[in-house]
C-alpha cells in the first residue's frame, strides 16, 4: 500500500535544505511508529519520495512526498501520531492512500504550483495592469542556470497566471520533471521589465500548493488524487 502525506514547512523550519528534511521525516516516522516499508538489501532504507523539493527559505502549505506502507494504519491516526512527533515549523495536513503504479507518484505527475511573492517592505506596490503588461509579452528570455552551463530560455509558456493579492504578487506557475520554474525567476524578470531595481524590492517567498492535471485539463491538489484511509 502507498500513501501520500501533505504537510506544512513555516517559521524557522523553512530554513532547514531538502536533505535535512528528508532526514527529519525519517526520525519522525519512527517515533510516530508509522509502519513504512524499507527497501532489500545489506542497506535498508525507508521508501519514500518528496514530489517537488522546496527551496530553502520558503515556506509552503502545500508539501508533499510518498510513501510504502507495510500494513493499513487509518489517515486520522497518521495524522495524529506524525504531528505528535513535529517540532514548531512543521505540520501534517492529510494522509491518504495512492494508486501503487510508479506513474501515479508525486514526482511523476505534479505539472503546476502556486506562489505568493511577499514584499517585505509595504511600500512596494504592483498593479494588476503592471503584471497583465508583463505576461503580454510573446517571448519572456532569461538566462537559466543548468547542471554544466547556463542557457537562455523562454519562461513566458511557464507563466500560468498572475495577479495581485492585495500587496502580494500570486503566480500560478510550470513545475516537474518537464518544466519547473522558480517563482524568484518571475520576479526578477518582472522587475527587470518594470525597469525597478532588484536592490530596491525583495520578497519572501511562500509556495500555496502543488497541482497534478486530469486528461481534461484541470489541475488539481496532489493530496485530492488519493482516499483517506479507515480505521
Known amino acids: 500500500m502507498k500513501a501520500r502525506i501533505k504537510f506544512r ?10 536533505l535535512d528534511v528528508m532526514r527529519y521525516f525519517q526520525k519522525a516516522m519512527r517515533r510516530a511508529e508509522i509502519p513504512i516499508a524499507f527497501t532489500q538489501g545489506f542497506s535498508p532504507h525507508m521508501i519514500m519520495s518528496f514530489a517537488n523539493p522546496l527551496g530553502v527559505g520558503l515556506t509552503s502549505d502545500g508539501e508533499y512526498f510518498d510513501i510504502e506502507l507495510k500494513e493499513p494504519i487509518s489517515s486520522e491516526d497518521a495524522v495524529r501520531q506524525l504531528n505528535e512527533a513535529m517540532v514548531d515549523g512543521m505540520e501534517v495536513v492529510s494522509f ?9 507518484t508525486g514526482m ?28 503580454s509579452q510573446a517571448e519572456i528570455l532569461v538566462l537559466k542556470q543548468t547542471k554544466k ?22 503566480m500560478q506557475v510550470s513545475a516537474g520533471s518537464a518544466a519547473n520554474l522558480k517563482p524568484e525567476l518571475v520576479i526578477k524578470s518582472l522587475l527587470h521589465f518594470l525597469c525597478k ?5 525583495d520578497f519572501y517567498y511562500h509556495r500555496i500548493e502543488n497541482y497534478a492535471r486530469l486528461e481534461d485539463g484541470k489541475l488539481i491538489p496532489l493530496d485530492e488524487l488519493g482516499t483517506k484511509i479507515e480505521g
Do not use: C
Open 197 to 201: 531595481k532588484e536592490t530596491e524590492t
Open 96 to 104: 491518504v492512500q495512492i494508486p501503487d503504479e510508479k506513474k501515479a
Open 149 to 170: 552551463s547556463e542557457k537562455e530560455v523562454n519562461i513566458r509558456p511557464w507563466i500560468h497566471k498572475m495577479e495581485m493579492r492585495g500587496n502580494d504578487i500570486f
Open 108 to 135: 511523476a505527475i505534479i505539472e503546476a504550483a502556486d506562489y505568493l511573492a511577499i514584499p517585505k517592505k509595504e511600500d512596494i506596490l504592483f498593479s494588476n495592469e503592471d503584471l497583465a503588461s508583463f505576461l
Open 9 to 18: 514547512k513555516y517559521g524557522v523550519m523553512k530554513y532547514i535544505g531538502h
